[in-house]
């Protein structure tokens, strides 16, 4: 940690940006496949159109979607824009969790958290689930690490709290909250607790809110095809992870 500390910070912003398009590169793997049951590592990436193999140089992130103009070397159809912009959000997100926690153990699980989140908003917007594959390792993983950073009684209490509201409005909504969004929200309480759990349920409702009457108003959909609320979830979780015990405080000034 300290030999990292002395090195120029835009040497550590440059190499922690170029990780994180290798990361966003890998999400961007994990966005197609998992919702196919597909494996993340065999067979190499290939092209969605002719399934030709892709070659190391052109696998390169964002750079190789530059040279190639947007386009398969082999076929020559149109790479959609979504995979460059995945690699680059995700760099951002992981710039900004440094600037945020620092080289410590918050920043440690934001590293394997911000991933996941942008998997999950894709998917989820794409094909309305949140894989399994990485709810229950993200639960088993929130349990563990909130047991060593906020205390295994409020990461448990998180867990169940989170579980239990979604549960109940599951039952209430007759089938209107799904089984990925109560996953998703039991995981999430376990990482940051009761309280901050609560706080990601009510920025998601009121975002939800939000999009809901603006689909609703301006794009003329009804409520069966309006966004579904996973994405929502993940932006509520980013929004409490930066801002969480802020937000908390003027609530509880407020009272």
């Not at 190499?15 to 793997?29: C, E, P, R, Y």
């Not at 959909?221 to 309006?226: C, G, M, Q």
């Amino acid at each position: 940690m300290e030999f990292i500390n002395t090195l120029p910070q835009p040497l550590i912003t440059v190499t922690l940006f170029i990780f994180g398009l290798l990361i966003g590169s890998f999400a961007n793997v994990c966005i197609y496949r998992l919702p196919k049951k597909q494996s993340v590592v065999f067979p190499q990436s290939y092209c969605t159109t002719c399934s030709a193999p892709i070659r190391p140089l052109d696998n390169i992130p964002v750079i190789s979607y530059l040279v190639l103009r947007g386009k398969c070397r082999d076929c020559n159809n149109n790479i959609s824009t979504i995979y460059p912009a995945i690699e680059i959000i995700t760099a951002l997100l992981l710039l900004a969790g440094f600037s945020k926690f620092g080289l410590t153990f918050d920043f440690l699980i934001y590293f394997l958290v911000a991933p996941a989140l942008v998997i999950i908003t894709a998917v989820d917007i794409k094909h309305q689930i949140i894989p399994d594959i990485i709810t229950l390792p993200g639960l088993a993983l929130g349990l563990i690490a909130g047991s060593y950073s906020i205390g295994y009684v409020n990461s448990f209490m998180g867990f169940l709290l989170g579980c239990g509201l979604f549960y109940l409005a599951a039952l209430l909504s007759n089938g209107g909250m799904g089984g990925g969004d109560i996953k998703y929200i039991a995981a999430a309480g376990a990482f940051v607790g009761w309280k901050k759990v609560l706080l990601i349920i009510f920025i998601g409702a009121v975002l939800g809110t939000c999009v809901g009457l603006f689909q609703i108003g301006f794009q003329k959909k009804t409520r069966k095809n309006i966004i579904p609320f996973g994405p929502l979830l993940a932006l509520a979780t980013l929004i409490t992870l930066f801002h969480g015990n802020l937000l908390i405080k003027l609530y509880m000034e407020t009272l």
